[in-house]
């Protein structure tokens, strides 16, 4: 059975195949959850991040890419763009979906088995964060009952608040052949 488990914590800190990092379109780091990984991670993650800016010029909103982890408990970061809230009226329900469908597929494509998710954009990007907690839920769990090698997904709430939320609301996103936790 497929999982998704529901924690509150430090998301460097989790041991998992990739967690996923919370970007900006540049990819050099910058505040939250993304300074912290790129500080905790180390030189390489830049490094690597460096790289894809030379190729493809940064990484755009509701896309992803992938980089080592450095020094993080994990194999792989994969770095995505979740969109800035314009009071809905610029897409950012499907950005964000798609931030969090090509990070789950990236993940699919390395043949990972566990992935660990911030809540993305929901900190200086200002997506109402019950919204955000919905499209991540239901996002997620489409995408493992298709997936094929993800076996696990954590959500890695930061603060009480964000945590209350996603406990509140998994019920909604319950299904057989997934468990969440």
């Known amino acids: ?11 460097t800190q989790v041991a998992v195949d990739a967690i996923v990092n919370a970007a900006n379109t540049s990819l050099l780091g ?11 991670g180390g030189a390489e993650i ?6 894809i800016r030379a190729k493809q010029g940064g990484c755009g909103v509701g896309e992803a890419v992938v980089t080592t982890a450095g020094n993080l408990p994990a194999q ?3 770095h995505t763009v979740g969109p800035t ?8 329900a499907i950005l964000l979906e798609n931030a969090y469908r090509n990070s789950f597929k990236l993940a699919e494509s390395l ?3 566990t992935v660990a998710f911030p ?11 019950q919204a955000a907690a919905q499209v991540a839920l239901r996002t997620i769990c489409e995408e493992l009952n298709k997936g094929q090698s993800v076996q696990e997904v954590i959500f890695v709430c930061f603060d009480d608040e964000n945590l209350k939320i996603y406990q509140e609301i998994k019920a909604d996103f319950l299904s057989q ?5």
């Open 1 to 11: 059975m497929k999982t998704i488990r529901i924690i509150k914590g430090d998301i």
């Open 30 to 40: 910058g505040g939250g959850v993304d300074g912290a990984i790129h500080r905790k």
């Open 46 to 51: 830049l490094e690597e991040c460096q790289k």
């Open 76 to 78: 792989y970061v994969i």
């Open 85 to 92: 809230w314009r009071k809905g009226e610029n897409n950012e």
């Open 111 to 113: 043949q990972l088995k």
């Open 119 to 129: 809540n993305i954009s929901t900190g200086v990007y200002r997506f109402p964060k």
């Open 177 to 181: 052949d997934i468990e969440i936790m």
